[in-house]
């Protein structure tokens, strides 16, 4: 529920709260009002009946009128009232009913009895009407219930119009002007989830209100400055890497150039005095050490990375691990554009996790067939590596791993995104997307 509409149930019921304290304040009023109507019509015809006692003993009123309601019912202005007379022996007896020839008002029957069960309508004043100390009969007033429970329904209904046209105008206005006070605030949810998808260039823009004014300029502010970190993280992880791949060129040259001459030096010196069963064994431990430092040598810089370029050495590696494929996986390798215009940091990160896929293909798969590709295009550069092995789920999240975790960093640090996804019917493919000119985007931004 939005908060217009909120705000709008809550309205409502108040509203009716207040209907139904209105309701029950005015029926004990009008409860209370035909009460006193009662006391003062006993009053004022009980003092009218004593008048004609007083008057027939002067002469001056005749026995057989009385009791007279004629004065009464001609200057009363109070309906639904019955009026009874009787004598002490019970010789006379005479009613009265006022305001009986009004029009009759229905109402439900279940409002009558809870109106009867709630407020006594049915409570009778007696008053003796006396002379002298004497007492000539006794004044019954009663009130006609059917016409005090009609103008009771009669009201409640007036109020639940006022009632029900209050909720709809006072509804409509909170709808309409909660609904414009708070279009700031759909803006607002709207660029927080253009940031989150990671558009952090994305401003939201000036408000008329203070309040949200103020908080679109803190979220801009909190956008710029993450900004900022993501593109200064960038910048460093870029030269991080670029240090770490010159440390490992330079690591990878002197063990070439020295390890790897002295190894080639013994082994050529142990091939003359072969003869000698040690010189055998020192040209066999230096021709398996001469192979473990190329192996070494591969992993911290291929020598064809550099001078053949990325095409040449992604297909050597392809063709290293399917001569070295102990179940006799099938590996595939396509390449689309040219790869040689390629920035520096893109070539190594692309190598770095087609070397990384691999390796686990091998070591953890058990794939039958393994497919690598490699897209160039006018604006990034996309690997792709595709198994058929056990995989049925993703690795979780938090994968202590830091093969493809590192990876991520990488790719992420260019301003690229790696992914994972289960193959069909099983398998894994990873996917590696990188802009051909990641700097020039964070140069953009100031840095």
């Known amino acids: 529920m939005n908060l217009s509409l909120h ?19 005015m029926l004990y009023h009008g409860n209370r009002q035909a009460w006193q109507a009662s006391l003062a019509t006993a009053d004022s015809l009980g003092g009218q009946l004593d008048s004609q006692l007083v008057r027939i003993h002067a002469g001056s009123f005749a026995t057989k009128q009385f009791p007279d309601f004629g004065l009464w019912q001609k200057t009363s202005n109070v309906s639904g009232l019955c009026v009874h007379y009787v004598s002490v022996d019970g010789a006379t007896s005479r009613r009265l ?7 009759a008002l229905n109402w439900p029957d279940g409002f009558g009895k809870l109106y009867r069960s709630l407020l006594k309508s049915d409570l009778q004043l007696s008053r003796p009407i006396s002379f002298k100390g004497r007492t000539y009969g006794f004044l019954t007033i009663t009130p006609n219930d059917n016409t005090e429970i009609g ?43 253009h940031m989150a998808k990671g558009d952090l260039a994305y401003r939201l823009p000036t408000f008329e209100l203070p309040e949200w004014q103020h908080t679109a300029e803190a979220i801009n502010q909190l956008a710029a400055c993450q900004q900022r970190l993501l593109a200064e993280r960038q910048i460093l992880a870029v030269r991080l890497i670029a240090v770490q791949e010159e440390e490992r060129r330079h690591l990878a040259r002197e063990l070439h150039d ?55 050495s992604l297909k050597n590696l392809v063709a290293d691990w399917q001569s070295r494929s102990v179940n006799y996986a099938q590996y595939q390798i396509k390449l689309e ?32 067939n393994v497919k690598l590709s490699l897209v160039v295009n006018a604006t990034a550069a996309i690997l792709t590596v595709e198994d058929d092995g056990i995989a049925t789920e993703l690795p979780f999240a938090d994968n202590s791993g830091i093969g493809l975790l590192g990876i991520r960093e990488r790719v992420n640090s260019l301003q690229g995104h790696l ?12 996917t590696a ?14 840095l």
């Open 7 to 25: 705000l709008l149930y809550r309205i409502t019921v108040v509203v009716l709260l207040c209907f139904l304290t209105s309701s029950a304040y």
């Open 97 to 103: 009913c006022n305001g009986t020839n009004l029009p």
């Open 151 to 193: 103008q009771a329904w009669e009201t409640l209904c007036h109020l639940l119009g006022v009632s029900v046209l209050t909720i709809i105008a006072v509804g409509l206005l909170v709808y309409f002007s909660i609904n414009r006070a708070l279009q700031p605030a759909q803006l607002i949810v709207a660029g927080l989830a």
């Open 258 to 312: 020295e390890l790897g001459q002295c190894l080639a030096d013994i082994s050529t010196i142990a091939a003359s005095i072969s003869f000698v069963e040690e010189a055998q064994q020192i040209s066999h431990i230096s021709q398996q050490k001469m192979g473990n430092i190329r192996e070494l040598l591969g992993r911290l810089r291929p020598a064809d990375l550099d001078e053949l370029g990325l095409a040449a």
């Open 337 to 368: 554009g040219d790869c040689s215009t390629l920035p520096e940091p893109i070539i190594v990160t692309l190598f770095r996790a087609a070397q990384e896929c691999l390796g686990n293909i091998a070591k953890h798969s058990a794939a039958g």
């Open 419 to 430: 992914t994972l996804a289960i193959a069909q019917p099983h398998g894994l493919v990873v």
């Open 433 to 446: 997307w990188l802009p051909r000119y990641p700097m020039a985007r964070v140069q953009r931004h100031g």
